[in-house]
């Protein structure tokens, strides 16, 4: 079965650049995703296909996706983006998510 | 408003049946595609499975297939999650969630506010 591959944690300091990796074998070819979930929520998403963001999500969140390996940055990174985050795509009509990484913001 | 409104906690024992809800409201919900997935305590998201409430088009995933029955009623704006013998280990939050249209298609743009299922004896 496909799997995505999350780094489990990333920290950050206030005002930095934030990146957050997701691996799959050919991702590049399938559109990704990403999920923002805080402690005691649902997730939101923040990008879809792969770098287009929602109504209302800030411009700092950004994200690409090449070869094997998407990828959510997060531009001048505020206190309030410390969350888990999950990246997500399909494979043969399957929903597959990674396993989420911890952003932590220090 | 749009959204997806899940039903309350349960506490159940082990061996007993649940079906929980999911009623869309302020959209077109026989368009959408409503997913439900899983997460176990301290744990990342899984996916379940997703129904078309327009025809009730179900596709599961290896995972849960045979575990759990995912069904809607469209002429209610509601699509069920079920168990028909529960175990411990389905103790979780579940989420429902919808698939967005057009370029939003890959992805789930609105989220229920979860439902928490214990399972103990």
């Known amino acids: 079965s496909y799997e995505l591959t999350q780094p489990p944690s990333v920290s950050v300091s206030p005002g930095q650049t934030a990146s957050i990796t997701c691996s799959g074998d050919?991702?590049?070819?399938?559109?990704a995703c990403w999920y923002q979930q805080k402690p005691g929520q649902s997730p939101v998403l923040v990008i879809y296909?792969?770098?287009k963001r929602p109504s209302g999500i800030p411009e700092r969140f950004s994200g690409s996706n090449s070869g094997n390996t998407a990828k959510l940055t997060i531009s001048g990174t505020q206190a309030m983006d410390e969350a888990d985050y999950y990246c997500q795509a399909w494979d043969s009509s399957t929903v597959v998510f990674g396993g989420g990484t911890k952003l932590t913001v220090l | 408003e749009v959204q997806l409104v899940q039903s309350g906690a349960e506490v159940k024992k082990p061996g007993e049946s649940l079906k929980i809800s999911c009623k869309g409201s302020g959209y077109s919900f026989t368009s959408y595609w409503i997913g439900w997935v899983r997460q176990m305590p301290g744990k990342g998201l899984e996916w379940m499975g997703i129904?078309?409430?327009?025809?009730?088009?179900?596709r599961y995933s290896p995972s849960f297939q045979g575990q759990v029955t995912i069904s809607a009623d469209k002429s209610i704006s509601i699509v069920y999650l079920q168990w028909s013998s529960l175990k411990a280990s389905d103790s979780a939050m579940y989420y429902c969630?919808?698939?967005?249209?057009?370029?939003?298609?890959?992805?789930?743009?609105?989220w229920g506010q979860g439902t928490m299922v214990t399972v103990s004896s």
């Open positions: 129904i078309y409430p327009g025809d009730s088009d179900t």
């Open positions: 969630a919808r698939r967005g249209l057009r370029e939003v298609t890959d992805a789930f743009d609105m």
């Open positions: 296909q792969d770098n």
């Open positions: 050919k991702l590049g070819d399938k559109y």
